[in-house]
């Protein structure tokens, strides 16, 4: 019984890929921070601010690249 209820536990605070995914549009990075990837939501942040500066076009594709990394992080956690 303890181990199906820590598997539910595990389930219920799976990080939602909706979320990640909104959360790096708005700010990116952030969404791997919250499904637990610090150093890749760091990584994600400076890259997508070095392409908006250097010129538009990369930013919106660093950008898009990032909400998808972001998606696909939560979509494959497996717990901090």
Do not use: K
């Not at 791997?32 to 990584?43: D, E, F, K, S, T």
């Not at 919106?60 to 717990?79: D, N, P, Q, R, V």
């Amino acid at each position: 019984m303890t181990r199906y209820y820590e598997q539910e536990i595990a389930e219920n605070n799976a990080p939602s890929p909706g979320i990640a995914a909104v959360l790096s549009v708005v700010i990116p990075g952030v969404g791997q921070v919250y499904c637990g990837r610090l150093l890749a939501g760091g990584m994600w942040f400076l890259a997508t601010a070095a392409g908006y500066s250097l010129i538009l076009v990369p930013g919106f594709l660093i950008h898009g690249l990032c909400i998808w990394s972001a998606y696909h992080s939560a979509t494959e956690w497996e717990g901090y």
